[in-house]
């Protein structure tokens, strides 16, 4: 075994060792990825060692295949974009390779059930609990061996500490905060990064208390085909799920989700991975005759096909429907469940039909086969989310009629006076009462503290907003519905059509009331991992009754796979060529130092390789990276012999790569206290002398010369912010690197890190927007985030303010700066609509993309009379192409990042250069 280590790990992988936290730990990592995809005598078995309040349980047999299957798919290359899952992706690959020169090795995660239990562990946090079986005294020798190989290593901190007459072992790798604890206790190896569920665990060992128990309804679970056969299998305890979700949400939402506690008695899934979703399938078992589960509501009832489609309007962020074929029979379940869930609201139904004289029945009794609720998408403007309640009925007459009488009862019991409305055709009505749909089906369809009705169709419509009913009418009208549009018909058709209860949740719709309802910890995340989690387009959960069980299905759809590119007749392909993999960056041009004139086609894909594509759309070579680029890259002639490089960084590396795809002498430069850069500025100090400076996520930058050394007074320079851009050089008789931070604060230093007299200079905003340069008079223009301009001069001193008026309440202002020219425009974000402004703030132009979009913004002055504005709609991957006065030149372009647009010199046609999925490459457009 020594011989084995000293051999193949530390002669071969000396500099990798760092990347492995051990030979166990590394195992249980493994189990980490797929966690985040999310009576007698008892036989020993994870189960039976874990506390008994898990929200989730995992297992797998043979998690080798499974973690190469996940590995290859879109999903996975979307999650590595993101720290945690990079690091994770580094460490486990490392390990494997490592670990499989040897077969006890091997056989430690081959064809052993190995267990993972999600836990809260407070009311912000949840951890897991790895359990992994290593029976054999082979497998405690290898495991010892291992563990006492990387105590010698000085990359890791190992302590014990004791609990209970049990030792339990800590490791700590240095650089970091994570501390790994694990104890090994009759033939299973438990581990955890949260110290306190060990202590569960052995709590849970010494006490004798109950064990976990998967279901007590089905106790053959274990012997189901699809359990039995399934690869990565999910047990879910609804008790623990309020518990759970509210970890990542604010307090004030635990009432919200308290119902989820009975949902039903457990669920057992199998999960299945391709290019374009991650299903989770199986059954949700429930006590039969018990009240208190929710799903008994839908007990022997067939579900109905989804006929209020066509009255889901397209801004639907979450959406629930529920159908039945016996309509006494789902009411009476309904009571029945809130009756014994919760007797307040059951009371204060009583209490309502009681004090205002009314009778839910008589509106219950024209209630026909289904119903859904729809929460809008909001707007940044917005301080609450609109939802409407959908009901479809067998009499809209008497519906309508029910409606209004109970809204007169409850006014004049009031002492108010309700009007009707008329909008077109349709009256909207009032009922005076706070969360009456609450009051009338239960706390999952609350949120109204006033409540507007209508009918669209046969469906009546209850809303929060009299503005929502309007809308929706219009939508209807225009066809903007789910059940008329091409993408919702084809996300509906991809799932069951009857069942009983079916959920939607739209992920970018819904973006902004996740944010606001999330705990702080997680908001952060949220803003810091945008795209990555914006990837996964829908969540689905579907139940449907069937034998005396309910068939299951949950679904994470996102986008993978092929994508057809259609492009518009206007653009004439120039070259093209297609990778096997989604591309993760935007198109970079660079020259060939071989072919004067000639450009290729740099490109990074969601694999993290690199990949060089000629001018005729062949590719030439790929380079695996170890993460996604974080700068763009800039070309540099490292020995002055007039062939180029690319520099650029990764989350902590500075790379120097030439043509042909290999690393420059002393590169790439390993930054080592740095938790993620994040900017990088290639400095010249003299003709083709160059230096590499670099920003991390903490604000301090450092700069390296081409040997990789760091370079005096740049050795962690502390700016005390993050960077809203690259810094950049200027000369004002010698080299001076100018930085602005987000929190609005400008510094000059030398090139030795000698502050310039009159910096740092606060201007007082709060600003992600490049800085503006005006060298031949060596000035600066800042854009703060809410439309304020500020020019500044070398000398420290403010020469201009001018505040732009915001076209819209929630404005955003971007700066767009033409990299050649330096010329730049703003654009004022209204999430629908933009207004351009030239640097003078004169407005250029207005422009409506009629719904709500994420737009990136893109500015290129290629000439007097030829100055265009991209548009990037990020959710529709289309790139807009306007001129200077806001007219599209030409259909939108399919483009999930930036586009490149050049003139052709030889014809008066513009270039433009594109990626799109797996698609990159440059077409041609004729232009006046």
């Known amino acids: ?98 670990l499989s020169k040897n077969p006890k090795g091997i056989s430690l995660l081959s064809n052993r059930k190995i267990t993972a239990s999600v836990h809260v562990t407070s009311k912000e946090d949840f951890g897991t609990l790895f359990f992994v079986p290593v029976p054999s005294t082979d497998d405690m020798q290898f495991l010892n061996q291992v563990v006492s190989f990387f105590r010698t290593k000085p990359e890791f901190q190992f302590d014990d500490r004791n609990f209970k007459d049990f030792k339990i072992y800590e490791v700590k790798q240095k650089g970091t905060k994570s501390i790994f604890s694990f104890v090994i206790y009759k033939g299973f190896f438990i581990g955890s990064y949260s110290s306190v569920l060990i202590d569960d665990v052995i709590r849970h060992i010494t006490s004798g208390e109950s064990y976990y128990r998967v279901t007590r309804v089905k106790r053959d679970w274990e012997d189901l085909t699809f359990w039995r056969n399934g690869k990565l299998r999910m047990h879910v305890n609804p008790a623990q799920l309020p518990q759970f979700i509210t970890t990542t949400s604010n307090e004030n939402q635990l009432p919200f989700f308290t119902p989820l506690k009975q949902f039903a008695e457990s669920a057992l899934f199998a999960g299945n991975i391709d290019q374009t979703q991650l299903r989770f399938s199986g059954i949700t078992l429930t006590n039969r005759g018990e009240d208190k589960e929710f799903m008994n509501v839908f007990a022997k009832q067939n579900g109905q096909s989804f006929g209020l489609k066509q009255f889901i309007p397209n801004n639907t ?142 469906a009546v419509v209850l809303s929060n907003d009299i503005g929502a009913i309007r809308n929706l009418l219009d939508d209807v009208q225009r066809g903007d519905v789910w059940g008329k549009t091409t993408r919702y018909k084809l996300l509906l058709a991809k799932i069951k059509q009857n069942s009983n209860l079916t959920f939607l949740m739209n992920i970018p719709k819904a973006w902004r009331i996740l944010t606001r309802n999330a705990s702080p910890k997680w908001q952060k995340l949220m803003s810091q991992y945008e795209n990555q989690m914006k990837y996964f387009q829908w969540i689905t959960a579907q139940f449907n009754y069937e034998g005396d069980q309910f068939r299951s299905q949950i679904d994470f759809k996102f986008n993978g796979g092929q994508v057809d590119d259609k492009v518009d007749k206007s653009y004439k392909p120039l070259v093209s060529t297609t990778l096997r993999t989604g591309i993760y960056t935007p198109p970079y041009l660079m020259k060939n130092h071989r072919a004067k004139g000639e450009t290729e086609i740099l490109v990074q894909d969601y694999e993290n390789r690199l990949h060089l594509v000629s001018a005729q759309g062949k590719p030439l070579w790929n380079l695996k990276m170890p993460s996604p680029m974080r700068s763009i890259p800039v070309q540099v002639d490292r020995y002055k012999n007039r062939k180029l490089q690319y520099a650029f960084i990764t989350n902590r590396r500075i790379h120097l790569i030439d043509r042909v795809g290999r690393y420059v002498e002393n590169f790439p430069i390993f930054v080592r206290d740095s938790i993620r850069l994040h900017s990088m500025s290639v400095l010249e100090f003299g003709r083709r002398n160059y230096r590499f400076l670099v920003t991390d996520a903490q604000g301090k930058a450092r700069i390296f010369n081409h040997d990789g050394e760091l370079i005096y007074g740049w050795k962690a320079k502390n700016l005390g912010a993050k960077l809203a851009a690259p810094a950049v050089q200027v000369k004002a008789g010698k080299s001076y690197i100018i930085f602005l931070l987000e929190n609005g604060q400008i510094h000059a230093f030398d090139r030795r890190g000698k502050k310039r007299a009159g910096f740092p200079l606060s201007l007082r905003v709060k600003t992600s927007n490049p800085l503006a340069i005006d060298r031949r008079n060596l000035k600066f223009t800042c854009l703060s985030d809410d ?139 004729d232009i006046d």
Request: hydrophobic share 40%; with cysteine; proline share 3%.
């Open 317 to 458: 962020a979450v959406m629930y429907h529920l159908s039945f074929n016996d309509r006494d029979k789902f009411i009476q379940g309904v009571k029945d469940y809130w009756s014994a869930q919760d007797q307040e609201l059951f009371q204060r139904q009583k209490d309502v039909e009681s004090r205002f004289d009314i009778k839910f029945d008589n509106l219950y009794k024209y209630l026909d086969k289904e119903l859904a609720f729809s929460i809008l998408e909001m707007s940044e403007e917005q301080k609450n989310t609109q939802k409407l309640l959908l009901l479809n009925t067998n009499g809209l007459v008497g519906a309508l009629g029910v409606l209004k009488q109970m809204g007169q009862k409850v006014a004049s019991k009031l002492g108010q006076k309700v009007t009707i409305s008329k909008y077109g055709k349709v009256d909207i009505g009032e009922i005076p009462l706070d969360e009456f749909p609450a009051a009338m089906l239960g706390n999952t369809f609350q949120g109204f503290n006033k409540c507007y009705y209508s009918n669209v169709g046969q």
């Open 1 to 98: 075994m020594n011989t084995f280590l000293k051999e193949k790990i530390l002669d071969k992988y000396p500099k990798r060792v760092v990347y492995g936290v051990g030979g166990a730990l590394a195992l249980i990592i493994i189990v980490g990825l797929l966690i985040l995809l999310s009576g007698g005598r008892r036989k020993t078995s994870a189960i039976t060692l874990m506390p008994n309040n898990p929200a989730f349980v995992f297992e797998t047999n043979n998690i080798l295949t499974l973690f190469r299957e996940v590995e290859a798919q879109p999903m996975w290359n979307n999650l590595v974009q993101t720290d945690y899952f990079n690091t994770v992706a580094a460490r486990t690959q490392y390990f494997i390779e490592v």
């Open 787 to 925: 439309g304020e301009l500020i020019t500044f001069d070398i000398n420290g001193e403010i020469t201009d303010k001018k505040k732009l008026t915001k076209p819209y309440p929630n404005a955003k202002f971007k700066m767009c700066i033409d990299e050649a020219t330096k010329d730049w425009i703003v654009v004022a974000d209204g999430g629908s609509k933009i207004t351009a402004f030239d640097r003078e703030g004169r407005r250029l132009f207005e422009k409506d993309f009629k719904e709500r979009k994420s737009f990136a913004f893109q500015y290129f002055n290629l000439d007097t009379d030829k100055k265009y504005l991209v548009v990037l709609s990020k959710l529709e991957a289309k790139a807009h192409i306007l001129d200077y006065g806001g007219k599209a030149i030409s259909a939108p372009l399919n483009s999930t990042k930036n586009l490149v647009l050049k003139l052709d010199p030889n014809d008066n046609r513009l270039m433009i250069y594109r990626t799109y999925s797996q698609f990159v490459g440059g077409f041609a457009l």
